[in-house]
């Protein structure tokens, strides 16, 4: 059964709907992540989902009941918000109790909690300590532990990591993952950042404009993405734009390039009966760093692998891998070769190209053209 559906959700705040009919629905247990940029509407669709802010059409149900207009109390859900609020005159242990304390949860059993979320979020050094007393990072760690202190049928965190140091976000990232795994609970969980949602979420729902653009597994939407401006945001570094020609070459169509000589290069498509109209048309043709690669001899064989002589721009070492800025069709291209690829900035190199997870878009809309 769903444990959260969101049906034709529409918001106006009076000017104009900013969230423009949201259809999502998860699965118990379930962990769902809205992404999208600032603006896009994802606190607006997650303080509805708490009756926070009221709907302007549309219906919210949790399980089989209809919670649209519902009283936030009543929803059985815990929140922590972008803008989290403690309550300062309370000690952090305190705060993090509240919740059990008006539900009437014995004191030895609140304590208990209380440690074991502390201990969790690692403020246990901090539980006599004010809000007032406390940096933003932690500050945000007692508002988690608030909502963690609790068993509801629903979590909502709207960017519970974003005030934290690099180091503990992603310690805090592996902790929620844990804390999913182990209580199964359902939750909706709002981010900025594109590897927190490929790497926490079991669906993504990508937003912009108050419109979902995708929804789907982050996998789903990693290799297959519904338009241009979902295969743009997902991934780091961001997949390769390359403008390019249709062509017709026989009975296949494949994308007419320019090496670094300037010779015309013809790369297969992985699905040429979706594009056997468009010979001749202008296309975006998308490719993932990791798929232009140096030449690997085991791919050599398959069939959708094409090598390419492209020049260097500029090359980025990280350690375990090597980024390279070189240039195709007069776009700047991102490429990911292994550590010890020694090429240096300005020579020619061969390069390879794994087409099988290439995908192309309408220059004009975005839109996917080979599906
Ligand atoms: N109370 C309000 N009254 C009028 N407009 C509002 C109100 N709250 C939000 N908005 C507008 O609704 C749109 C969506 O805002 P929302 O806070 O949901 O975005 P968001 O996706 O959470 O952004 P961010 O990533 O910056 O937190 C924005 O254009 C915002 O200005
Ligand atoms: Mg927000």
Same mark, same amino acid.
């Given at each position: 059964?769903?444990?959260?559906? *969101?049906?034709?959700?529409?918001? &106006? %705040?009076?000017? $104009? ?8 629905? /998860? ?6 992540i809205l992404v999208g940029p600032s603006g896009c509407g994802k606190s607006t669709l997650m303080n509805m989902i708490a ?6 059409? $549309? =219906?919210?149900? @949790? $399980?089989?009941? !209809?919670?649209? &207009? ?5 929803? !059985? *859900?815990? @929140? ?8 300062? &005159? ?10 059990l304390e008006i539900r009437k949860v014995p004191k030895d059993e609140r304590m208990k909690e209380v440690q074991r979320v502390?201990?969790?979020?690692? /403020? ?14 932690q500050r945000q760690r007692v508002a988690m532990g608030r909502a963690l202190a609790r068993r509801p049928r629903l979590y909502?965190?709207? +960017? ?14 592996? =902790?929620? #993952? ?10 909706? %969980? ?43 945001? @997902? ?30 290069? %013809?790369?297969?498509?992985? &699905? ?27 791919? +050599?064989? =398959? ?7 492209? #020049?260097?721009?500029?090359? +980025? ?13 007069? +776009? ?11 090429? #240096?900035? $300005? ?14 878009? !309408? ?9």
């Open positions: 059964m769903a444990a959260l559906t *969101i049906n034709n959700v529409v918001k &106006n %705040y009076g000017q $104009g709907d900013v969230l423009k009919g949201i259809n999502i629905a /998860i699965n118990s247990g379930e962990f769902l009756g926070l802010e009221t709907v302007t059409s $549309g =219906e919210i149900l @949790m $399980g089989d009941d !209809d919670v649209t &207009n519902v009283e936030p109390k009543d929803r !059985d *859900i815990a @929140m922590v918000f972008q803008s989290y609020a403690l309550y300062p &005159n309370m000690s952090v242990a305190e705060n993090i109790a509240f919740g502390a201990k969790l979020l690692q /403020i246990e050094h901090l539980l006599d300590r004010k809000p007032g007393q406390l940096s933003g990072g909502l965190f709207d +960017e519970p990591l974003s005030n934290l140091d690099a180091k503990l976000r992603v310690e805090m990232r592996t =902790e929620i #993952k844990k804390l999913h795994q182990n209580l199964g609970t359902t939750i909706v %969980y709002v981010t900025h950042d594109q590897i927190e949602a490929m790497t926490l979420a079991d669906r993504i729902a990508v937003m912009k404009d108050g419109i979902v653009q995708q929804f789907g597994t982050p996998q789903e939407i990693y290799d297959n993405p519904a338009n241009q401006f979902v295969a743009g945001f @997902m991934g780091s570094p961001a997949m390769n734009f390359i403008p390019c020609r249709l062509v017709g070459k026989g009975t296949e169509i494949m994308a007419e390039v320019q090496d670094a000589f300037g010779k015309v290069q %013809y790369l297969p498509v992985p &699905n040429p009966q979706a594009l056997a109209s468009m010979s001749g048309k202008d296309v975006i043709l998308g490719l993932r760093p990791e798929k232009i690669t140096e030449p690997l001899q085991h791919k +050599e064989h =398959e069939p959708l692998i094409r090598h390419l002589q492209l #020049k260097v721009l500029v090359t +980025e070492p990280t350690g375990a891998d090597t980024m390279l800025v070189s240039e195709l069709n007069g +776009e700047q291209v991102d490429c990911r070769v292994g550590p010890r690829f020694g090429v #240096k900035p $300005g020579e020619i190199t061969d390069l390879m190209l794994d087409m099988s997870l290439a995908v192309f878009f !309408d220059p004009e809309t975005g839109a996917r053209i080979d599906q």
